[in-house]
DNA sequence: TTCCCCACCCATTGG
DNA sequence: GGGTGGGGAA
């Protein structure tokens, strides 16, 4: 048994403060890097060891099952024991574990289905049908965010259409209420209901909410600024009796406001508790001042924000790298070769190396480079496991077995593998059902039940395939409750024909089969008494996992990920890539000032990861859905001190990253951060991109078109005859790629351009939203 | 009824 | 560049 002393020993004096408050609420302010997790672990440790709190009396809500794990294996490890028992969950896996429990006062059966956003999609285009709108014009994405708002707001289906001022918005009404009563019949929830429902379970069944309150003694919520509403709602009713919640966040690191997550609930804490304890973590265990002071830079510049200065004990440490690349291949190469001379040169290990980007179509150029040149790397996200068609179609057979009435999981196999069900028969289930109010396999399993009238929708030979889906079906819901989940897998792989399907396939057969099998696998950690309760646990964990959770720490390989998902993590070195305007900040957060600014929080959090070395590197034209453009720099990096930044030139094809050091020097710097367009100069003048100059045009040459006008080239090829030019033009008419002499471009000389400045490509043509 | 091909539309971030 | 959906052929 772990002492007193020993749990404090690595403490300081403020985290120990933190870990001490344990009656009352308390407001954890913890800037990165200063040892949040090591506090909540602790505290959870003294809790129970020191202060004998059963663990099942705690109840710790995180961002990730992957956060949740970590905290408990190292709260448990400091108790050096059991701790079982120990609610550490997210605020999702939380609401269905209360909804599963206690569900049934709202009406929602234990097996209820989680539908996840291509669910939701289908269910939305069907309702468009049925209400006879076109998709085009309400799209379902923006009807669910529409429906996903309310939610959030609390606003359920029979007020919204009184609140709405538009038609769109009386159009997301009235598929709210159809939306909502069609999950009802399918005995689903999506994301928002596992929150919402809990939320309404609670405040209308006092007794219910007693018995949660009673049990949870103390509350613990880490990412508090990226909570929203009815989370802190939530947490607010949990902890009303004891009032033991602890919150622990950085207003500085809040990125999720478009998913409703409320900045308010951090910093109204204290009035909503005004008998709140604070600490505030500053001490960084973490980056090195310069890192810091960069980092500091870059978030400084946001109006909207907390003063919060960040210190450290730390080495000064290396200057911030920031350098220019012709293109994301160029910028992929580079990384990789620094990466490989940090690995060789500086000891570093791989497993502690970060690739972080803003958007996941850029990991595109770094896995290519990857493979390229044989570096292994851990990509979150990716092609998302649970996402692959053969992993949704396996468990959608799994969630009808369980939850007959889920339609879309239906909807998803009846006619896979090919049984004979068409479209058009779907279509005859689906309205039957629909005007029953009932589910459609329900009218399957009662295709001989004439007063439905199924029989007649169809033909023959669709009434006889009908039927053996039913057959199937019953066969597979007789089973569920006596096999195991993987048994169970097994059965409904063999007698659909999945397998068969899946085998069949000659070109990607083999790979789809292994990530079944990988599927089976994961089944397997749900064995034991109770099969069906298991089963339901096994498909909530699959509805429920994040890419992030997956990430693994022993693996020897670098890793790519979003700057979303790298929150916190830290690395000993951290790659920022795409550090261009339009992508960092993103070109749809550039209308309000709010979402720029957390953009800037974003660039925060991506510096702030990194311990020893930090690289942002940007490139000049960027591939974008098949054409390319030219980009500017990201308006981040010139917020970046001087001081602490070191520039880098990067030759095109050459082996070698040429470092050059800044002759403006840190005291001569004055305000001034790093000048992109510097860089670019000399990027240019130094043939850098030399390999591109063919013929009579070259990169950078200023030219104008008849049709097109002024502009300026991007790439030059030399096909033999003409010269093929990718030029940039202005006036939105964005990238054309050109033969030359036989359109009629001309070279202008420099100063020569009859068009004003504004179109100079150098200073602002970044061709993100050009049509 | 199924399968294949082409056109079109699209991607910010994610539980 | 890629995924999806619709339309046409087998």
Redesign the pocket.
Known sequence: MTTRIDIFSELSGRQKEAVQHTEGPLLIVAGPGSGKTRVMAHRIAYLTSVEGVAPWRVLAVT??NKAARELRERAESLVGGDNSGLQVR????FCAYVLRQDGGQIGLDPAFSIY??DDQQRLV?SILEELDLDP?QF?P?AILSGI?DAKNKMIDDSRLSKLSKSYFEEVVARVYVRYTELLATANAV???DLLLRAHTLFENNPEVLEKYQDRYRHVLVDEFQDTNAIQFSLARLLAAKHKNICVVGDPDQS??S??HADIRNLTDFQSVYPDTKTVTLDQSYRSTQTILDAASGVITHNDERLKKDLWTENNRGAPVTVGEAYDEDEEARVVLQEINRLVDEDDFDRREIAVMY????QSRAMEAACNRHGVTYQL??G?KFYERKEIRDTVAYLRLTVNPSDDAALERIV?VP????????VDAIRTIARTRGTSMLNVILQVDDEELGLEEA??K??VN?VRAFADLMERLIEQSIILSAVDLLDLTLERSGYKRLVQEDKERGEERWDNILELRGSASNFEGPEPRERLIEFLENVA?V???DSLEDDEDAITLI?L??AKGLEYDAVFMIGMEEGLLP?S??LESVA?TEEERR?CYVGMTRARKRLYMFHAFQR?F??SRGAMMPSRFLGEIPLACVETVSIRRNSRTVRKVTPARGAAAGGSRGYDPTDIKRQAVTSGAVRTAQRGDFRVADRVSHPTFGDGIVIEAVDTGGDTEVTVAFGNGNGLKKLMAEFSGLKKVEPGKSTKAKHEDPELGDAFLDAP
């Open positions: 961002f990730t997210t605020f999702h896996s996840d956003g285009r085009k799209a994405r996903s999506d994301f928002d990125i999720y478009w998913r803003r958007t996941n179509a979150v996200g092609t006619n090919a049984r004979g069900i068409s479209p058009r028969s169809l033909n030979r669709a395939s429920l994040s890419d992030i979003t979303h998902q993103h749809r957060s979402d974003l591939g859905r098949g």
